[in-house]
T-cell receptor
Framework: KAGVTQTPRYLIKTRGQQVTLSCSPI?????VSWYQQTPGQGLQFLFE???????NKGNFPGRFSGRQFSNSRSEMNVSTLELGDSALYLC??????????????FGEGSRLTVL | DQQVKQNSPSLSVQEGRISILNCDYT??????FLWYKKYPAEGPTFLIS?????DKNEDGRFTVFLNKSAKHLSLHIVPSQPGDSAVYFC???????????FGKGTKLSVKP
């Protein structure tokens, strides 16, 4: 069974640009969560999607947005990039956060560098 | 305000000895707790979990203890092996649809 796939793995952007990251969950998983990992802050929750609906949202500004498609694939977008947005963005999937025990399966992440 | 705290950024242990990683939480609504392990350039992988109705869960060399009154949990690794060297994240959730809240992680180094 293929794991969670994130693309691109690495990217470099400049301040003010926007970026879109993609995540393909494990087949059959309907919930997709996004996290930002930075050296000083650990993993911070961005948002969770289930059946194309945003079910939970963390404390990030509106520049961070996401969506989920009918095949459960998800994208997150960051507009007007700032230097502080440089981080590893992790996507995680699970069969159904409402029914299971909360275990998440993570992808390898997309490393974003903002110059 | 950090709801899940891992106060030790790093821990160094000799191979064969016990590793104890600690985690504190502030939200009394948390009812499910998990530990994840992360190697460099890889995503976190699930290690072990515990429900709030239990105070101990064991899986091979890994045991998680939960002290609800102290809002504290710990992960014990016995015996520690060099391959256990990684960053360990504690996470917690409230309810069946609550998102996972992670701590900042503890970097464990197991020396041969």
């Amino acid at each position: 069974k293929a794991g969670v796939t994130q693309t691109p793995r690495y990217l470099i952007k400049t301040r003010g640009q926007q970026v879109t990251l993609s995540c393909s969950p494990i087949s059959g998983h309907r919930s997709v969560s996004w996290y930002q990992q930075t050296p000083g802050q650990g993993l911070q929750f961005l948002f969770e999607y289930f059946s194309e609906t945003q079910r939970n949202k963390g404390n990030f500004p509106g520049r961070f947005s996401g969506r989920q498609f009918s095949n459960s694939r998800s994208e997150m977008n960051v507009s007007t990039l700032e230097l502080g947005d440089s981080a590893l963005y992790l996507c995680a999937s699970s069969p159904d956060r409402g029914l299971n025990t909360g275990e998440l399966f993570f992808g390898e992440g997309s490393r974003l560098t903002v110059l | 305000d950090q709801q899940v705290k891992q106060n030790s950024p790093s821990l160094s242990v000799q191979e064969g000895r016990i590793s104890i990683l600690n985690c504190d939480y502030t939200n009394s609504m948390f009812d499910y707790f998990l530990w994840y392990k992360k190697y460099p350039a890889e995503g976190p992988t699930f290690l072990i979990s515990i429900s709030s109705i239990k105070d101990k869960n064991e899986d091979g060399r890994f045991t998680v203890f939960l002290n609800k009154s102290a809002k504290h949990l710990s992960l014990h690794i016995v015996p520690s092996q060099p391959g256990d060297s990684a960053v360990y994240f504690c996470a917690a959730s409230a309810g069946s649809q609550g998102n996972l809240i992670f701590g900042k992680g503890t970097k464990l180094s197991v020396k041969p």
